[in-house]
């Protein structure tokens, strides 16, 4: 009998208790984004291409960087700490190829809690062709 009294009372008003649990799950979220300020740096890709390839067209290799997180600490951070690489290692041949852009090397980032990173472009698209002579 008391279980089924305590499932009245959670029933009861459900749409009422399902909304201030909404609510309350977004207060918490803007609890935790309230502090983060955001900062955006320009840095250049370093694209990882295999030895018998080479770009058949020059491609922009800037990338804009977002980080949002502590003022004082992502302003700590200089476009020269981040090392942006697109890997394009598996291309067996000329033709186009994409990839996604990826932070590595993260050690500079790690004590920056909470901190929110985001690329633009956050995938890059190029055309290779075979390497001209002159290799061993």
């Known amino acids: 009998m008391k279980l089924s009294k305590l499932l009245q009372s959670l029933v009861r ?3 009422v208790k399902v909304l201030s649990l909404i609510i309350a799950m977004f207060l918490f979220y803007l609890s935790g984004t309230m502090g983060m300020d955001e900062r955006q740096l320009l840095s250049e890709a370093e694209l990882i291409i295999p030895r018998h390839l080479e770009l058949a067209v020059n491609v922009d290799r800037e990338v804009l960087v977002t980080l949002r997180g502590p003022l004082e600490e992502i302003y700590k951070v200089f476009p020269d700490q981040l090392r942006i690489t697109a890997d394009f290692s598996h291309a067996q041949g000329p ?4 990839a996604y852009m990826k932070l590595r090397d993260i050690h500079t980032l790690q004590h920056i809690t909470p901190l929110e990173v985001n690329f633009s472009p956050k995938r890059i698209t ?8 002159g290799g061993l």
């Open 13 to 15: 008003n459900w749409p």
């Open 95 to 98: 033709g186009t190829y994409s």
């Open 126 to 133: 190029i055309e290779l062709a075979e390497a001209s002579g």
